[in-house]
């Protein structure tokens, strides 16, 4: 593999001035000068032309995906994962690798005389830019997803509170929609509630669901009855004009649930099952609920 | 021979899961809790599993039954202190049991007896 090594050589021996070039090329595209400084693009450069050259020495191959690469992946993947979490955008991220180009290029042009040999040595340099290009756009998407879905876990965390009302008397606000995973997770943490404070009524209020479906009101009822075989009674309240000619429109038989409007209606009812009242003092009749 | 004790309680009658139930046990006690109930003139039944962790189809069809016989026979069942697990794991399977009523523990199980007969 000539070639290769040919490649290789070159940027070792001109690996100072490509370094120069291709930071001054970097800083002159960076359009927000307070994202990454000088010194940490000068750094990663440094240190990814290094293992380059490095892996370009150990292997006559260009396949990015070979572990002989897999120091230069590495570095790739943790340039971009910095970048991705800095709010970079794909294209800025994936510049890092393509801007290397243009020195390179010029390095290229400069040391080899014959047009063939050349051409030759640059589409190789062009391949494996390209996919190196392309693993450090993966790489920057992967983190972003990773970054999502700890969201979501973190918001299904923190979406399913389950409050006690009064004595007895649990609520539980449901806000976003309804998947099957999420069901499970409300399920789970109603009934543990239910056992920890031995409430008979739970008030599950929908109204922050935006969407109520089959599939929507088929969870609750299973929330609802799995309640029940516990030996609580579920309300649901905050139900919307709209989702209300939806369940219509769908032939959903909520007939088997207690159904409220509001969730103070159904903190009325559950007073009144539970045998409770409020009443209003004279004195703080402002402040005071209504009586049940 | 093991057998599920069944305990009298006024006109209640107190049956206490704590073993794995088989075919065998489960028909014992249908028998045992009918003969019980037309014996004693009981006008209730009620079921504590609050130490079963896991219940299958067979255990929630048995329950089902108990109750179904039990309403033959005049006397309210009321089944007690499901663990949430159960009570998720009924409901995925299809089993609501319907009919059957449920209370959080004994206590609350034996006042909505007595509202029930009152």
């Known amino acids: 593999m000539k070639e290769e090594t040919q490649l290789a050589a070159i940027i070792r021996k001109n690996e100072a001035d490509i370094l120069s070039e291709w930071i001054k090329a970097q800083m002159a595209k960076q359009t927000r000068r307070d994202q990454v400084h000088e010194a940490e693009i000068r750094a990663n450069c440094k240190e990814f032309l290094a293992a380059l050259s490095e892996a370009m020495r150990a292997t006559g191959s260009v396949d990015v995906r070979s572990p002989d690469w897999s120091k230069v992946r590495d570095l790739l993947t943790e340039i971009s994962t910095s970048r991705a979490t800095q709010g970079f955008s794909p294209t800025e991220t994936a510049t890092f690798v393509f801007s290397l180009k243009h020195p390179l290029f010029a390095r290229l042009r400069a040391e080899i005389t014959d047009a063939r040999a050349l051409a030759e040595e640059m589409w190789r340099a062009t391949l494996l830019l390209d996919d190196l290009g392309l693993f450090t756009t993966e790489a920057y998407q992967k983190s972003r997803e990773e970054v999502i879905h700890r969201q979501q876990r973190e918001l299904l965390e923190l979406s399913t509170p389950v409050v006690a009302l009064w004595d007895d008397v649990l609520a539980l606000p449901l806000i976003g929609t309804l998947d099957s995973g999420r069901t499970q997770v409300v399920m789970e943490s109603l009934l543990e509630r239910i056992v920890e404070t031995g409430a008979s009524i739970a008030i599950i209020d929908i109204t922050g669901v935006p969407t109520v479906d089959t599939l929507v009101a088929q969870h609750l009822m299973k929330t609802v009855a799995a309640a029940r075989l516990m030996g609580a009674d579920c309300i649901i309240s905050g139900i919307r004009p709209q989702i209300a000619q939806t369940i219509v429109h769908l032939g959903v038989d909520l007939s088997a649930v207690t159904t409220k409007a509001s969730l103070a209606d159904a903190f009325a009812v559950a007073l009144k099952r539970t045998g409770a009242t409020v009443t209003r003092t004279a004195a703080a009749s402002a402040a005071a609920k209504p009586s049940a | ?118």
């Open chain 2, 1 to 118: 021979m093991e057998k599920i004790p069944i305990l009298r309680m006024g006109r209640t009658l107190l049956v206490s899961i704590q073993v794995d139930m088989h075919d065998q046990l489960a028909m014992q006690l249908q028998d045992d809790l009918t003969s019980r109930i037309v014996g004693d003139r009981a006008n209730g039944v009620l079921i504590d599993i609050s130490s079963l962790d896991v219940v299958d189809s067979f255990i929630g069809r048995m329950i089902s039954n108990i109750a179904a016989m039990s309403r033959v026979l005049d006397a309210q069942t009321v089944v007690v202190g499901m663990q949430p697990a159960v009570a998720i794991t009924l409901v995925e399977l299809g089993l609501q049991l319907e009919g059957v009523r449920t209370a959080l523990n004994v206590e609350k199980g034996i006042a909505l007896l007595q509202e029930a007969t009152e």
